[in-house]
């Protein structure tokens, strides 16, 4: 599965039921559902927007691309919601419902949202808010905790520093 990058729809429901993993980010699972689906949502963008076809050259590297991004935006999800959790930076519920109406008003309404997000993503409104939206205005108040508190900043750019070295001699 992992040799090959099965990527097709058999791949896909089997690791919906058997968490197979992807990958690991200091201790938490990745599963391979969750790359493959959103996978899936980077694909479809790229062929419905972009008018990429993956079976050229240029698709091809492309998406290798594509699948390497996945990998560090999946990552990097992980790390925020540690962070986010170790911080105490939360997101209330009424938070992210005024953002996302604000999101929908200021790209054409409800409709025309809607239609966009299916056409381009294969995603409903709701698994927009869920799976990507939340997770995006989370990140941005980790950022705005980092940025307003020089301490934490300090220790986050040590840290940052003392992982590098470690990634580079590991490499």
Known sequence: MYAYK???????????????????????LIS???????????????????????KTKEGK??????????FSR????????KEAKRLKVTLPQKELNESYA????SN???????DVLKKYYGLTPNEFKVDIYKGRLLRQKLQEKFAS??????????KAAADAAKAEAEA
């Open 149 to 158: 508190d020089e301490n934490l900043n300090k220790a986050a750019k040590q």
């Open 6 to 28: 099965w990527e097709n729809n058999f791949t896909y429901e089997v690791s919906g039921v058997i968490p197979f993993p992807a990958a690991t980010v200091d201790g938490s």
């Open 74 to 81: 999946m990552f990097e999800g992980v790390v925020v919601a």
């Open 61 to 70: 590297e492309m998406l290798k691309q594509i699948r390497t991004d996945n």
């Open 102 to 105: 604000q999101l929908i008003k």
């Open 108 to 114: 054409g309404g409800e409709k025309s949202f809607s």
């Open 32 to 54: 391979y559902h969750s790359y493959l689906e959103n996978l899936n949502i980077l694909k479809k963008y790229q062929t419905e927007f972009k008018k990429v076809n993956f």
